[in-house]
């Protein structure tokens, strides 16, 4: 086993708490869709953030191990917040463009008999790229529990 792992219960803690809710997100688009899709364990976006399980997970396990009134604690909350602050605004403005961008490229594809008008873009653009706010508390809440079971 990788020795940071063996030896870091924090940072093992982290990667748990992403695991746990990229496969939550795994087992959704199975039983939604009917369908297994292994591309969706491995993509950003959708319910819960593993984004915000990790940092979250991070930074409790940092709080339990250093103490919470702690310079490292602080560093960790912090992090953890802008993570957070970020899948909500930009990551997610961003999907939001790209939905947009995608949708007029289909719309002007449809209305032009011919080829593709902009074979340079390639494929279309990801949209799952950022969350919604109760996505981002789910996965936050996620990862302070998987840190608080296990301290």
């Known amino acids: 086993m990788i020795p940071f792992l063996r030896d870091n219960s924090v940072v093992f803690l982290g990667l748990l ?16 869709h009917r369908r297994i ?23 409790m ?3 339990f191990r250093e103490g919470f009134a702690s310079s490292f604690f602080a560093l ?12 909500m605004g930009v ?12 949708e007029l490229r289909e ?4 209305d032009q008999v011919e080829e593709d008008p902009f074979p340079e873009w390639g494929k279309p653009l990801r949209e799952a790229l950022g969350h919604k706010p109760t996505e981002v508390i789910s996965g ?6 998987v840190s608080f079971l296990a301290f």
Request: proline share 1%; net charge neutral; glycine share 8%.
């Open 107 to 110: 719309k002007i594809s449809e």
């Open 91 to 102: 990551r997610r403005a961003a999907g939001e463009q790209a939905e947009a961008i995608n």
């Open 140 to 145: 936050a809440i996620l990862g302070i529990a």
């Open 17 to 32: 708490s992403w695991f746990i809710a990229q496969l939550i997100k795994f087992i959704i688009e199975v039983s939604t």
């Open 37 to 59: 899709n292994w591309r969706r364990f491995f993509e950003s976006g959708g319910m819960p953030s593993s984004h915000s399980a990790f940092v979250c997970s991070i930074a």
């Open 76 to 87: 960790a909350f912090m992090i953890a917040m802008v993570v957070m602050y970020d899948a």
């Open 61 to 63: 396990g940092i709080g």
